[in-house]
């Protein structure tokens, strides 16, 4: 009995420590995926808080970039230069997430009355970058900041010196002159191989142009009655032909209407017999009835009209013209010839001037991105493409060698214009007063109400009044 009782104790023995090795065993590997998964916490909390702490460092807020910018340029949207434009910049913000363009569209006319308006109320409210037709206006309010920095010097090397040139004030580059305008002399090719003239051989100075005046001068009938006029001056009112004539002239011939400071020193001694010359010399054209006639008051519309009738061998017109004969009139386009307007000597250089990109602010991120937009928006391809949409003239030497406007033969003749023209010097407000002045006093001196001298001399004396109080 005892020998089973025995039996039965070394059986439970044997179960109770298989028991227990049993539990040991399980115990151990519990315990193992217990500690993984604290180990495994520990990793993801460790990984989960990193990220944040790079997130933070990394991810800043897009800097907003303010821009205003005319209707003419961004408006219609179904016009292909403003849709141009438009898709250039929905491709700067996709390629540009660290900055918020901001476009504000102005109605053409509004843009600069809105900058100074703005300016007088707060100039907090200015935007960042804008489009400024009359330039005068953020110099003389001194509200442009300097933008020397924000032009690389590879774009500066690129842009003609005129763009630069004339929007530098004391040193400082105040704006970046978006396209340009000039006057141009354009000539009938056919009438002038009628006449016996040489096609390719335009006036280059103004006793050349008063001999081929004469020669297209024609009373085809013999009645007494002028068919044929060898030039044509842009309106009746003469207001045209202070800008258009007697101004390019003046600069060609080295003069300067206001001096570093802004003040005015076109009657000046130095001056004062340049512009007499030229205003005696287009008075002489003026009442020398077989050399030229005045056009209506209507000016350049009707000047053009008869240009393309035939009635003008040659015409004093603005660079908009050629765009408009090449577009309208392809047959007269294609006899047209484009030259400088003749100066007292030779067609030297011809007077250029265009709206500008200006900036508002010191802010440096705001100026970084700034200058991305400006070089975004002048190479070569699309800026290129954007003024031949515009019909406008590049102000970049590259842009006149994409295949574009390389083909083009207008663009090659504004390419040599660009290469030899200077700009307008109308940095201060003081430009546009005394341009007023000196066009009132122009117009009764041409009427032979007052002489060229006293011309000059009382339009002096006010500007010097205004500029002393």
Known sequence: MKKVYRHYFEILIKVFSIFLILSF???????????????????????????????TEEL?????????????????????????L???????????????????????????????????????????????????????????????????????????PFALDGRTIDGELLGL???????????????????GLDPDKPPTNWN????KCKVLTKDINEDGVIDIWGLGLPSKSMGKITSDFIFPNF?????????????????????RGKITDILNFTISILNENIIAKRASEEGNNLLLSE????????????????????????????????????????????????PSICLFTNDPEKKEAAATLIDYLMKAEF?????YYNKKLPVTKSSYQTSLLKRDSLYQVFNEICEKGKPIPDGYVIYEDLYNELEKNINLAISGNITPEDAIFQAGEIIDKMVEE
């Open 307 to 354: 240009y393309i009738q035939g009635k003008y061998a040659m015409i004093v017109a603005d660079s908009s013209v050629p765009f408009k004969l090449k577009t309208e009139n392809p047959d007269i386009y294609d006899k047209t010839g484009f030259s400088l307007i003749p100066g007292r000597y030779g067609t030297k250089y011809s007077t250029l001037e265009g």
């Open 208 to 211: 050349d142009l008063i001999n």
């Open 383 to 387: 800026y290129s493409k954007w003024s």
């Open 60 to 84: 800043k807020e897009p800097v907003d970039l303010k821009l205003w910018i005319s209707s003419e340029y961004l408006g219609d949207n179904e016009r292909i230069e403003n849709k141009t």
């Open 86 to 160: 438009y898709e250039r910049l929905k491709e700067f913000k996709d390629e540009n997430d660290n900055i918020n363009l901001i476009e504000t569209i102005i109605p053409e006319k509004d843009l600069d009355s809105k900058i100074t308006k703005t300016f007088q109320i707060a100039r907090d409210n200015l935007p960042d970058l804008s489009l400024i037709y009359d330039f005068s206006i953020v110099v003389e309010d001194k509200i442009a900041k300097p933008m020397d920095d924000l032009i690389s010097d590879n774009l500066k090397n690129d842009i003609f």
């Open 251 to 271: 600069f060609s011939l080295g003069g300067s209407l206001i001096d570093d400071k802004g003040s005015p020193i076109f009657n000046s001694e130095q001056n």
């Open 177 to 195: 002159m978006l396209n340009a305008d000039t006057k141009l002399l354009l000539y009938r090719k056919d009438m002038f191989k009628e006449a």
């Open 25 to 55: 065993l399980n115990l151990l590997v519990s315990c193992k995926p217990g500690e993984e998964l604290e180990v495994t916490e520990k990793i993801t909390q460790e990984t989960e808080e990193s990220p944040d702490e790079v997130t």
